[in-house]
Structures are given as C-alpha cells and as structure tokens.
C-alpha cells in the first residue's frame, strides 16, 4: 500500500484544477508544473477553512476526509463536464522535454530512497497518529492532559495525512515516508510558478525547476510544513505578485 497512498496526493490535483479553472478562464499559460503548483495551492485554500472547523469543532478524522472525498469527486465531475481533460492532455505533451525528464528521474529516485524518519518525523508523525486515533483538536499528544499544542495547530498539512491514511488504509508512517514524491513534485510547481513569471512567462520557468533538483536532491525531509511553506505556497505568493508588477 506504500505507493496507494501516492495515488491520494494525485488526485488531490483535480479539485485544485477545477477551482484554477472557474477564476483563470483560459487555460494555465505557465504549462503543466506551474498548473500543478497552482492546482495543489488552490486546493489547500479550497481545505483550509474545512480543516479549522473540524480542529475548533473537535470532529472525527472522518469528517475531513469525507470533505477531501466530496472535493476529488466534485473536481473531477467539473472538469468533465467542462470537457478539460483534452486541456490536461495538451498540458502533458506540450511539458515533454529533458527539463521534464529531469524533473521525473528525481521523483522517482525519491520514491526509491523514501524519506526522512528521524528528527521532527517524530513530532509530526505524532500528531498525525494522534487526529487519526482521538479526532481533530489541538491537544498536545505527547501529554496525558488537556494542553494546548501550540507546535504547527490548526495545521492543514497534519489534516491531509490523515484523510491519505484513512482513504488509502496506508498507515501514517508508511504515508509520510513516501510522500517525499509528492512533496518533490509541489515544490517543483511552485518553484517553476516563480521562475516563470520572473522571466517575462516564457520557457524560463524551467530554469528554476532543474536547479531546485540539484539543489534539494539530497533532501530527504522536503514534506516538512517548514520546508513545503517557503519553497511551494511561499514562491507562489512571489510569482503572482511579481506578475502583477510585471
């Protein structure tokens, strides 16, 4: 089940996608890893409110998965009714290049090597284990007490893991150890995103995913929220305010 659970990751896209597509009325100039950054970022905005109410509300695991549930069907409903999988098609075949090849040799050698289990893998992998077995609340799981755990609460990142462990029945170790593919591809996309728009929208955009590879190759902790936030949502927020300044 090790490699399910990935499947979860990836489908995570569609809602993302269709959301990308109802505010962008054409389809994504910046290609297919700066849709996939920006499909993935408009999926956490389209998550995040659900994943605080069931933290304030102290609802079961449940709940949030079913809500990733609703939005993967809800995306992929809207996207074939809006008839874009020819769109995700072109997106595909127009990214095939040694850029792309690159991209995918590094995901797939992180897939192989599996990720990080040792420093703040215990803290998260905590949590996670923690929301899975008592429900969504900010108790602190190391502490037989009603504390609040003000270490990453609230947090969206520990919501998904959960709704992947519980939908793919992968358990939460498995998960994060090798959602270093997943963690690898959001990181290209939104590095990707950044380069893209500083470079005037042309094939610049692949200037910046390459060098992250080489950059980060060696990285097995990418999925941490402390390293996910800056490289992924964080040159996002840039690339979008660079292109408006543009």
């Avoid at 990836?10 to 993302?16: A, E, F, K, Q, T």
């Avoid at 956490?44 to 809500?67: D, H, K, N, Q």
């Avoid at 993967?72 to 874009?84: C, E, P, S």
């Avoid at 215990?122 to 007490?145: C, K, T, Y």
């Amino acid at each position: 089940r090790m490699f399910l659970s990935l499947l979860f990751w990836l489908v995570m896209l569609l809602p993302g996608y269709a959301v990308l597509r109802r505010v962008q009325t054409e389809s994504p100039a910046c290609g297919l890893l700066g849709a996939i950054g920006l499909a993935y970022l408009w999926v956490f905005a389209l998550l995040s409110p659900i994943s605080i109410l069931c933290y304030v509300l102290e609802l079961p695991a449940g709940v949030f998965s079913t809500a990733c549930v609703l939005a993967i069907v809800g995306g992929v409903l809207d996207i074939h009714r809006r008839g874009l999988w020819r769109e995700l098609g072109r997106l595909v075949a127009g990214a095939v290049g040694i850029e792309l090849l690159l991209v995918v040799a590094d995901l797939v050698g992180g897939g192989l090597a599996g990720g990080f289990l040792a420093g703040d893998t215990e803290i998260h992998a905590s949590r996670i284990r923690f929301l899975l077995d008592h429900g969504f609340s900010n108790a602190s799981p190391f502490v037989d007490a009603s504390s609040f755990f003000a270490l990453y609460h609230t947090n969206l990142h520990h919501a998904l893991y959960v709704a992947c462990g519980q939908l793919t029945g992968t358990d939460h170790l498995t998960a994060w150890y090798i959602s270093i593919v997943w963690a690898k591809l959001v990181i290209a996309g939104g590095c990707f995103y950044l380069s893209w728009t500083g470079a005037g929208e042309g094939r610049g955009g692949w200037l910046g995913a390459p060098f992250l590879v080489g950059a980060l190759r060696r990285r097995p902790f990418l999925w941490s929220p402390t390293k996910l936030g800056p490289t992924c949502v964080d040159s996002q927020r840039v690339g979008a305010v660079w292109g408006c300044l543009l």
